[in-house]
T-cell receptor
Framework: GAVVSQHPSWVICKSGTSVKIECRSL??????MFWYRQFPKQSLMLMAT?????????EQGVEKDKFLINHASLTLSTLTVTSAHPEDSSFYIC????????????FGPGTRLTVT | AQKVTQAQTEISVVEKEDVTLDCVYE???????LFWYKQPPSGELVFLIR??????QNEISGRYSRNFQKSTSSFNFTITASQVVDSAVYFC??????????????FGGGTRVLVKP
């Protein structure tokens, strides 16, 4: 079946540094990928829609200059958290829809970011 | 705008009891999909069940069943004969529009289920 991977699965960084998270569709092409953020004991909130060949679409309240998204190819989207602060500590999850007759959507395993 | 509400924040049951999770949604679209996901402590979302806005039947998949009521905008989910391994957070989610199964999701707040042996 379709699989979406994320790398790294967890990362600890110091305040002020940048962190890049990768989301890959392993056996299908994804022109669109979604990035969600989940704070502890809360629900998942959509941050942005990553579009291959064009700019990402950010949800209201998400700083596009802080959360840089690059859809580098049909199987890879990256989320870079720039100048990370402790309040950016969260669980980041990507998803990729597989186009076709059923438009199934597949989630990555998530990346846990801790900013110290 | 779409919205998903899960009124139950936490449910505790004893193993083998049935568990029903409530979900109420809001949407202006006539074409949409509803989903239930399970999130164990590892964090990875596990797809459980889905339904689109134009299906007529409520399905049963193993120990999972869904109850979709368009008139009340509800999409409830039942685990029959619960097991300890069912302990997790369960999310109801909604996506809208053409190709809705692959569109962005709006999640409910989640319901934590604890199944005691």
């Amino acid at each position: 079946g379709a699989v979406v991977s994320q790398h790294p699965s967890w990362v600890i960084c110091k305040s002020g540094t940048s962190v890049k998270i990768e989301c890959r569709s392993l056996d299908f092409q994804a022109t669109t990928m979604f990035w969600y953020r989940q704070f502890p004991k809360q629900s998942l909130m959509l941050m942005a829609t990553s579009n291959e060949g064009s700019k990402a679409t950010y949800e209201q309240g998400v700083e596009k200059d802080k959360f840089l998204i690059n859809h580098a190819s049909l199987t890879l989207s990256t989320l870079t958290v720039t100048s990370a602060h402790p309040e950016d500590s969260s669980f980041y999850i990507c998803s990729a829809p597989r186009t076709g007759s059923s438009y199934e959507q597949y989630f990555g395993p998530g990346t846990r970011l801790t900013v110290t | 705008a779409q919205k998903v509400t899960q009124a139950q924040t936490e449910i505790s049951v004893v193993e083998k009891e049935d568990v029903t999770l409530d979900c109420v949604y809001e949407t202006r679209d006539t074409t949409y999909y509803l989903f239930w996901y399970k999130q164990p402590p590892s964090g990875e979302l596990v797809f459980l069940i889905r339904r689109n806005s134009f299906d007529e039947q409520n399905e049963i998949s193993g120990r999972y069943s869904r109850n979709f009521q368009k008139s009340t905008s509800s999409f409830n989910f039942t685990i029959t004969a619960s097991q300890v391994v069912d302990s997790a957070v369960y999310f109801c989610a909604l996506s809208e529009g053409l190709g809705a199964a692959g569109n962005k999701l709006t999640f409910g707040g989640g319901t934590r289920v604890l199944v005691k042996p």
